[in-house]
């Protein structure tokens, strides 16, 4: 090659690193922009997180602004010769009838004591019943409900946020010689928060009723607050979403072991309990802590279980003899269970659409907070979210306001059934 052909490849090579150059320049311009590009999406996506984070902080201010102002406490009230009576503080929250004028009396104390408390709060009004008083209602009704009655731990009178502290990972112990320093343990906690949460039982009591004596009506007006009230818990702690102003339930929380009945569900049976004793070990909690919260109709399929005596038999004999109690089936169980109609009969998987949840565990580890006290308000005019009056229907509507949240200290010592059937497919 002469010396003219060596310029000219020489020069080609040049015009072509030249030519790459310039791509790689262009590729790195346009990666530039588009970089930029998700920059700017992502920086937009941050501004309205934070805005919302920020609604949600203004909105959690002024629930504790509120739960402040509802936490009044005055000690001895509990140890007063006079009880308590719902009944009566309705009577004369709506008519101005406070009988022996204890509960007014009560009222009135927590009314000074919550004025300076309460500058911030938007709207008052209410009458503020002190925590002494509301633990005594709170604990009994909470006793009533499936979570109660598994075990779930309570807290009351809180004043604010509450940390509950698990741990990540257990700790290790290690063989060592004489004078060696043993390995450090590297635990990782794991924190749970309550939050306060609004809820408000409301309440529909009828005029001839409230009329009667307050002893004579006392019991029934009990009675239909802590229903209601319970049922609402229960709705919170099993399946809450856990959205801003709702709690967060068992079957939401990130964590809680899955066990699967199978491909469309399946039927659960006393042959799951030890698949559900295997997860909970593996895990390092004990099985004899353990009950279970089942939908009734879940109850009802385990009652009429049958002992099949060969491939594709239906009609053997019953799993659990007569008269089939609940007693039996707790024994055939090994285990405690609480039936509810709260946990839905209409999840789907599969070709399935008639599910429903099995939950069985340590329920100590779920925690209730109940913030403050109970505020009661009360109306003979209002009108409720149908439209009907209250005046018009001869009724008197009571709202209860407290603060309530629930938070899971170990996820993993729940296990799970979401795919439960509700019906025998043989049946």
Partial sequence: MDDDDKGVAVIDEIRDFTKKTHESVEGLVTASAEQSTRIEVVEKHLEKQREANKALDEGLKRVQEKVASMTVSLKGVDEEKEEWSWAQCARGV??????????????????????????????????????????????????????????????????????????????????????????????????????????????????????????????????????????????AGLTGPGTEYQPR????????QALAMGTNGGIFSVDSVPDIEELLEAQNHDPSEMSMILNYKVKKLLKKSRIAQYSGDTGGLFEISLPRSDQMLRDALGYDFHPTGQLPN??????????????????????????????????????????????????????????????????????????????????
């Fill in 94 to 235: 709506l008519h101005g009838d406070w009988g022996k004028g204890f509960e007014k009396s009560v009222f009135d104390e927590t009314a000074k004591l919550r004025a300076p408390m309460a500058s911030n709060v938007d709207t008052l009004g209410g009458f503020l019943v002190p925590v002494e008083i509301s633990d005594r209602f709170i604990m009994p009704t909470f006793d009533k409900t499936a979570l109660g009655k598994a075990g779930a731990t309570v807290l009351t009178g809180l004043t604010g946020p509450v940390e509950i502290d698990g741990l990540a990972n257990s700790a290790v112990a290690y063989w060592h010689d004489e004078g060696q320093n043993p390995t450090e343990s590297s635990v990782t906690a794991v924190q749970k928060k309550l939050t306060p949460k609004e809820c408000s039982v409301f309440i529909k009591i009828q005029k001839q009723l409230l009329a009667r004596s307050p002893v004579a009506v006392e019991a029934r007006v009990v009675e239909i607050m802590r229903r209601v009230l319970a049922l609402k818990l229960d709705i």
């Fill in 249 to 256: 339930g068992v079957v939401n929380t990130p964590g809680v």
């Fill in 346 to 427: 209409d999840l789907a998987k599969g070709t399935s659409s008639a599910l429903t949840y099995v939950l069985a565990g340590v329920w100590r580890n779920l925690v209730m907070g109940q913030f403050g006290g109970i505020e009661l308000r009360a109306s003979d005019v209002a009108s409720d979210a149908s439209g009907n009056s209250a005046f018009l229907k001869k009724q008197r509507f009571l709202v209860l306001d407290t603060a309530i949240d629930f938070a899971l200290e170990y996820p993993e010592s729940i296990v799970m059934v979401s795919d439960a059937a509700t019906t025998d497919p043989v049946a």
